[in-house]
């Protein structure tokens, strides 16, 4: 893979060098999609303030795939090193822009990239309203160099403009006191075959977001955490990037959107 870096801590790689549309299209079939292997979530054991941490978020349930944000998002295939994985992704400020976890686009430990990207918008149980293919993707040089989670956020510039209406924009707003949904394709509900969403509220971690009592486990992967909005339900702000567990109770946990997040966007979108 061609790899360009703009010397500000961004880096991208071109996939079309690889193999053509219509190879990869043809690569996916119904049975290596079945069979993928979710996205791995790293998990930390948490204690201390997490022991009397509430949970706050809501039980996951189905959501209407025809409304914001969820007809945004959609399932996402890669393959790593020969074999087949499945997590989430969705449409970010352009028509052929994706958001994702960068663990889902680099192995945070060696530096692996995956390839074979497949893009199946508002998937449901067998169905989707497209399929995309990615030609780019753009991520932080710190990802694999710092092995940080605060990082954990890419981009993947698809080979063609979505048929949807209207993305995802984001902000990098303090969104500690907000009202927040979280989406994806986590196994552990409905076997990653249908979306599911949860509603909470996230406190700070330094660099990261913790939403308290979010159940979603591997396959929500690049989910993103959107602002609640009666009117307008499409601010993203963070992503499903990593698992705490304590016992019986859940976490997950997102990187927070800041001036780094802006500059890779911008970086981007200038591929």
Avoid at 10 to 23: A, F, G, I
Avoid at 159 to 176: A, G, P
Avoid at 219 to 231: N, P
Avoid at 249 to 269: C, M, Q, R, T
Wanted: with cysteine; proline share 2%.
């Amino acid at each position: 893979m061609i790899r360009m870096s703009d010397g500000k801590g961004n880096v991208s790689y071109d996939l079309q060098t690889e193999n053509s549309v219509q190879q990869v299209l043809d690569y996916w079939t119904d049975e290596r999609r079945i069979n993928a292997i979710p996205a791995d979530m790293f998990e930390e054991s948490y204690d201390g303030e997490a022991n009397t941490a509430l949970s706050t978020a809501t039980d996951p349930a189905k959501p209407d795939l025809t409304q914001m944000p969820y007809k945004a998002c959609g399932k996402l295939y890669y393959v790593y090193s020969g074999k087949n994985y499945v997590a989430s992704a969705e449409l970010l400020c352009k028509k052929n822009l994706l958001l994702t976890a960068a663990h889902c686009i680099q192995k945070k430990d060696t530096g692996d990239l995956a390839y074979n990207f497949l893009f199946c918008r508002c998937y449901d149980d067998g169905k989707q309203e497209e399929k995309l293919l990615a030609k780019k993707v753009a991520l932080k040089t710190y990802w694999h160099d710092k092995k940080d989670y605060r990082w954990d956020y890419g981009f993947i510039v698809l080979t063609s403009d979505s048929n949807i209406d209207k993305v995802l924009t984001y902000s990098t707003d303090d969104i500690s006191r907000e009202k927040i949904i979280s989406f994806g394709y986590p196994t552990n509900y409905y076997d990653g075959k249908s979306m599911v969403f949860v509603e909470g509220t996230c406190r700070s971690d330094g660099n990261s977001w913790i939403m308290d009592g979010n159940k979603m486990g591997k396959g929500c992967s690049g989910g993103a955490w959107v602002i609640k909005d009666e009117i307008n339900n499409n601010v993203a702000v963070s992503v499903n990037s990593t698992l705490l567990i304590h016992e019986t109770k859940h976490w997950v946990k997102g990187p927070k959107f800041d001036e780094n997040f802006v500059s890779l966007y911008e970086y981007a979108i200038s591929l």
